[in-house]
C-alpha cells in the first residue's frame, strides 16, 4: 500500500495540475455542482454571526454562500491545498464585498487549527474523500471547532451509482497522454468512502461524535451542450492537465470520446441529467480544542 507521503505529494500535484480547470470553469462549478453539497448546505443551516469553516473551499463559491448567510458580524474561512484557486477565490469573492471572508492555503492535514479558530460548525463539499490521512485531516477539523461545534459534508458513494464520473476519464484516456495513476482500494479517490463505516470510523477516532451517514441521491443538470459538457469534466478531473497539453485534435478527440459514453445521460434538446450518489455526514465535536497558533510556513 503507498506510504503517506506518497499519497500527500501525488494529491498536491494533482490539485497543481488540475488547477487551471477549475478555475476556468469556476462559475460553472458554482452553479450546476450546487447539487453536489447542497445536502450539506442545508443541514449546516448557517445562521447570523456564527464563524464557519469550508474545508476544501477551491475556488471559494461555497465559502461566499456561507459568508452570505452568517453576514458581516459572521465569518466564512475557507481554506484549500492549492494556491492559485485560493488567490482566485480571493478575487471572485473579495471582502469588500463579503465583509467576514477569508481564504487561506493550507493543507488541512498538517495544521494544528485553522486561523481564526475556534468555529462553530465545519462545512465540506466533496473533499474528505480525497485526505491522504483523513483521520490527520478531520482532527484538524475537530480541533478548530467549539466544544459541540457541528460537522456538515458530502462525499461521493460508491462507482455504480455515480457512473459519469468513471464515463470523463475513460472517454478522455484515449486520445491522451500518460495521466497521474488511478486510486486503488481506500486510496484517496472519489470512491474512497464507498463503505460509509470506514467514514464513521475515521470521524470517530478524529474525536467527532454523533457521526451520521446518509445516502443522497440527486442529479447534476447541464445544458444541452455536448462539447462544454465535455470539456468542463475533463478540466475538473483526472485528465486535465493532460488536456491541457494535448494537441487541439487530441483536445476534439478526448471531448467527442467523452461527449459518446456520456450520450445515455443527455435528452435531446433538453440537457444532461448525471445521476450522482452521495453521504451525507453529519458529526459533532466532542473535547475542548487546543488552539495553538499555526506555523507560518503552513498559512497564506
Not at 268 to 289: F, H, M
Request: negative net charge.
Amino acid at each position: 500500500m503507498t506510504d503517506t507521503a506518497t499519497l500527500r505529494a501525488r494529491g498536491a500535484a494533482f490539485w497543481a495540475g488540475a488547477a487551471a480547470g477549475w478555475i476556468r470553469h469556476a462559475d460553472r462549478q458554482d452553479e450546476t455542482g450546487r447539487p453536489l453539497g447542497a445536502a450539506a448546505m442545508d443541514r449546516l443551516a448557517a445562521r447570523p454571526a456564527e464563524r464557519i469553516l469550508d474545508v476544501g473551499c477551491g475556488c471559494g463559491g461555497t465559502t461566499a454562500e456561507i459568508a452570505a448567510a452568517v453576514g458581516g458580524t459572521g465569518a466564512a474561512i475557507g481554506v484549500d491545498i492549492d494556491e492559485a484557486m485560493v488567490t482566485a477565490a480571493r478575487r471572485r469573492f473579495p471582502t469588500e464585498g463579503y465583509p467576514g471572508i477569508r481564504f487561506h492555503v493550507a493543507d488541512i492535514e498538517t495544521l494544528d487549527v485553522v486561523p481564526g479558530a475556534p468555529f462553530d460548525a465545519a462545512f465540506s463539499r466533496m473533499t474528505l474523500m480525497l485526505l491522504a490521512d483523513p483521520v490527520a485531516g478531520c482532527r484538524t477539523i475537530r480541533r478548530s471547532l467549539r466544544p459541540g461545534g457541528r460537522l456538515a459534508a458530502t462525499v461521493f458513494r460508491d462507482s455504480g451509482v455515480n457512473p459519469w464520473l468513471s464515463a470523463a476519464m475513460l472517454g478522455a484516456a484515449p486520445h491522451l497522454g500518460p495521466l497521474p495513476p488511478l486510486p486503488v482500494g481506500d486510496e484517496p479517490g472519489p470512491f474512497a468512502f464507498a463503505d460509509p463505516a470506514r467514514l464513521v470510523r475515521i470521524l470517530t477516532t478524529a474525536g467527532f461524535t454523533a457521526v451520521t451517514t446518509t445516502q443522497v441521491d440527486v442529479a447534476v443538470e447541464t445544458p444541452d451542450d455536448a462539447d462544454a459538457v465535455a470539456e468542463w469534466l475533463i478540466e475538473v478531473g483526472p485528465a486535465g492537465a493532460a488536456y491541457r497539453t494535448a494537441p487541439p485534435a487530441g483536445q476534439a478527440s478526448a471531448r467527442a470520446g467523452v461527449a459518446r459514453l456520456l450520450g445515455r445521460f443527455r435528452e435531446p434538446g433538453v440537457g444532461y441529467r448525471l445521476p450522482t450518489g452521495l453521504w451525507l455526514v453529519t458529526a459533532n465535536a466532542a473535547g475542548t480544542p487546543t488552539h495553538h497558533e499555526p506555523r507560518e510556513d503552513k498559512i497564506q
